[in-house]
């Protein structure tokens, strides 16, 4: 059973370029969330993804800004970029369906991350 | 808004119990979390207690819950240098178990021989 994987590991851009981050989630969740975590800090929550919808929102920019595929699988888009963007960039899956009865599958499972840097 | 406090390092002797806190702010969250962060790598899922809950034991690991006071607490027993990590506590932001999180800053576990 594949868990939740990413593409690529390590970026390097420079100010004002754009990225584009993917995400596969584990096999038999629906829900595709984003995390950003900078050095030194928990992670922080950009946005969830449900049905190929934007879900749920934390307090990014809207140079921020996703999608997610009939696939499940997802993209992170950062337009833009500042120096402040280089982060670990964390994505999660879960289950809709599986919050609703409570079983495990309703906790998030975190992928290995995308080492973002901006030169 | 919400807000998960730790604190930043904890330092224990191999062997002995480590017991991580952490507070929140957001009472009606439904779902509490622990994770483990190796250097280098992403998240590990360790734990979860549902706030119905006071105790959660599973193996090594004890998490506590004091809903009056937003305190939640991970004992690890029999502490091994392996379980040298960064310990984050999290919070679901709608209080549902898919819904997105609210991490703190996380408690390095620091091992002593």
């Known amino acids: 059973d594949a868990g939740v994987t990413q593409s690529p590991t390590h970026l390097i851009k420079t100010r004002g370029q754009q990225v584009t981050l993917r995400c596969s989630p584990k096999?038999?969740?629906?829900?595709v969330s984003w995390y950003q975590q900078a050095l030194g800090q928990g992670p922080q929550f950009i946005f969830q993804?449900?049905?190929?919808?934007?879900?749920q929102r934390g307090n990014f920019p809207d140079r921020f800004s996703g999608h997610q595929f009939p696939n499940y699988s997802s993209e992170l888009n950062v337009n833009a970029l500042l120096l402040g963007d280089s982060a670990l960039y964390l994505c999660?899956?879960?289950?809709?369906?599986?919050?609703?009865?409570?079983?495990?599958?309703?906790?998030?499972?975190f992928g290995p991350g995308t080492r973002l840097t901006v030169l | 808004g919400e807000d998960v406090e730790q604190s930043l390092f904890l330092s224990v002797r191999e062997g002995d119990s480590s017991v991580i806190n952490c507070t929140y702010t957001?009472?009606?969250?439904?779902?509490l979390y622990w994770y483990k962060q190796e250097p280098g790598a992403g998240l590990q899922l360790l734990t979860y207690?549902?706030?119905?809950?006071d105790m959660k034991q599973d193996q090594r690991l004890t998490v506590l819950l004091n809903k009056k006071d937003k305190h939640l607490s991970l004992r690890i027993a029999d502490t091994q240098t392996g379980d040298s990590a960064i310990y984050f506590c999290?919070?679901?932001?709608?209080?549902?178990?898919?819904?997105?999180?609210?991490f703190g800053k996380g408690t390095h576990l620091i091992i002593q021989p």
């Open positions: 999660a899956s879960s289950s809709i369906a599986g919050s609703h009865v409570r079983t495990h599958t309703d906790t998030q499972y």
């Open positions: 096999s038999g969740h629906d829900t």
């Open positions: 993804y449900y049905e190929e919808e934007e879900r």
């Open positions: 957001d009472s009606s969250s439904t779902y």
């Open positions: 207690i549902f706030s119905n809950m």
């Open positions: 999290a919070e679901s932001i709608m209080g549902g178990g898919a819904d997105g999180l609210t």
